[in-house]
């Protein structure tokens, strides 16, 4: 079962929540709940793309995935903000609403910086954070620029849902070799409108997300996350194994995962392979 729980963000933006199981029943004391978990998507991403993670997930855990504003069903106010303090905000919102805590975060790219972002600010309310294939160190004006170009070399709208596929599995020059769950990614963020399928976010908006991340590093707050906190990274994926080790020194609790024939899209690429590396993190961090 899922089902859809609004939240709203300190700003009045309306949050999409999804929860892959049946909400636990009332009890008369915090040890007989399941443990929660709040799995936050990367740019561009949305809650669905986490299902099969938070199918598994809910066999012990409470297991909730947020369509971040911006994406997927919640708002998408024309003038944001989409800045770092919002999006910590508003994970912060669905924990405290939903009644997570002491929650694990599980975020993938800009989703784990948002992660780690929220156990600096309110260690309170996190249990544990994995990280997932995001990089600590500023990425630069260079790589907003190549995102900028990336998004104008988009053939949107595209007729059917089989081109978006094959464009971004296949004829994507940001694309070293076929891969089909890439496509498979991406059509999942198209909706069909009058002139074929586009996609359910602004790439303007999305640009305007960016540019507040990319221009710093974030050392320091990673520094700051008191709580056992596993480093994921696909080998063939955007953290390198330097950074990522380095990140495990800073991380005053961290941990090392890594997932074989991944790129960028660990949890969607392997995703057996992904349970396997962060079960047993998960496993150990309930029996404390």
Known sequence: MVQRIDVTGP??????????????????????RPPGVLLLHG??????????????????????ALDQRG??????????PYTRDAYVADA???????????????????????????AAKRP????????????????GIASQREWEDWFTSWPVPFATLADVRKWFGEDDPWVERPNPSRGEFFAEVMAESADGWR??????????????WVFEAHWEELA????????VRGLDGELGRAESQEMVRVLPRGEYAEVADAAHLVHYD???????????????????
Do not use: N, Y
């Open 11 to 32: 700003d009045g933006v309306r949050l999409a929540a999804w929860e892959f199981a049946d909400p636990p029943k009332e009890t008369d004391g915090d040890a007989e």
């Open 43 to 64: 740019l561009m991403g949305r809650a669905s793309h986490w299902a099969s993670t938070a199918r598994w997930l809910s066999e012990r855990h409470r297991a909730v």
């Open 71 to 80: 994406h997927g069903r919640s708002d998408k106010p024309a003038e944001g």
């Open 92 to 118: 912060e919102a669905a924990v405290i609403q939903l009644g997570l805590a002491p929650v694990t975060l599980i975020g993938h790219s800009m989703g784990a910086l948002t992660a780690w972002q929220l």
């Open 124 to 139: 309170d309310l996190v249990r544990a954070v994995i990280i997932c294939d995001m990089r600590a160190s500023a990425l």
């Open 199 to 212: 996609p359910v976010f602004s790439r303007r908006q999305m640009l305007r997300s960016r540019e507040t």
């Open 224 to 231: 700051q996350v008191q709580c056992p906190a596993l480093v």
């Open 270 to 288: 392997q995703p057996e392979a992904w349970r396997a590396a962060i079960e047993p993190f998960l496993d150990a961090v309930v029996a404390q």
